[in-house]
């Protein structure tokens, strides 16, 4: 199996069932070597560096690893649930390098965060998990690829053999209706 592409969604689900009942390192492997460098792209892509992508990365696929018995299929595709991790992670990330130092703490009772607002994020992350599950499949496998697995349309194009304008034309739709569903 090494060195061949994936193109059917099963493989994936597959792959975390043994990861979660066996612990298959061969099929964590196999994760690992297909999303580790989409989801480093991913996070690069928000405008941090390398060296911080690459540990986003890293934690992410350990998360996968350690986590594997709540994946559900029926609620999203593995690249769903592996991108959604990595947002979290870039998130918790972010904030953990921005933490102050003790010396340069104040003192006093610190503000609690808005439960409202974390709450709100949590509701509109399960939201958008729902409206790209509800995609007809072949829209949510394009926007899969081109937003979770930092390809390009012409590489979706390569990838799949469709021509780029229905490639682009899918992609649209999916995200009209993902505007629609998300209001």
């Known amino acids: 199996m090494k060195g061949t592409k994936r193109s059917n969604a099963t493989d994936w689900v597959d792959h ?3 990861i979660r009942d066996r612990q298959d390192q061969q ?3 196999e994760l690992f070597e ?3 460098p989409r989801v480093k792209g991913f996070v690069m892509r928000g405008g941090t560096d390398a060296a911080f992508a690459e540990e986003c990365a890293q934690d992410v696929m350990a998360t996968l690893w350690r986590k594997a018995h709540l994946f559900d299929p029926s609620r999203a595709s593995v690249s769903t649930w592996v991108f959604t991790i990595a947002r979290n992670r870039k998130i918790d990330l972010i ?3 921005r933490r102050p130092e003790p010396e340069d703490l104040t003192w006093g009772p ?3 965060p808005d439960q409202a607002e974390v709450l709100g994020l949590q509701q509109e992350t399960e939201e958008l998990g729902r409206a790209i599950a509800a995609l007809p499949e072949k ?3 394009l926007i899969e690829k081109a937003y979770f697995g930092d390809l390009s349309h012409s ?3 390569e990838q799949t053999g469709l021509p780029l ?3 682009k034309s899918r992609i649209r739709l999916a995200l009209d209706r993902l505007r629609h569903a998300m209001k």
């Open 110 to 112: 610190e503000a609690e």
């Open 34 to 36: 297909h999303f580790a």
């Open 155 to 157: 590489e979706i194009a």
């Open 139 to 141: 829209q949510r496998n």
């Open 95 to 97: 904030r953990k390098q």
């Open 27 to 29: 099929a964590f492997r």
């Open 16 to 18: 975390v069932r043994r």
């Open 165 to 167: 304008g229905t490639i």
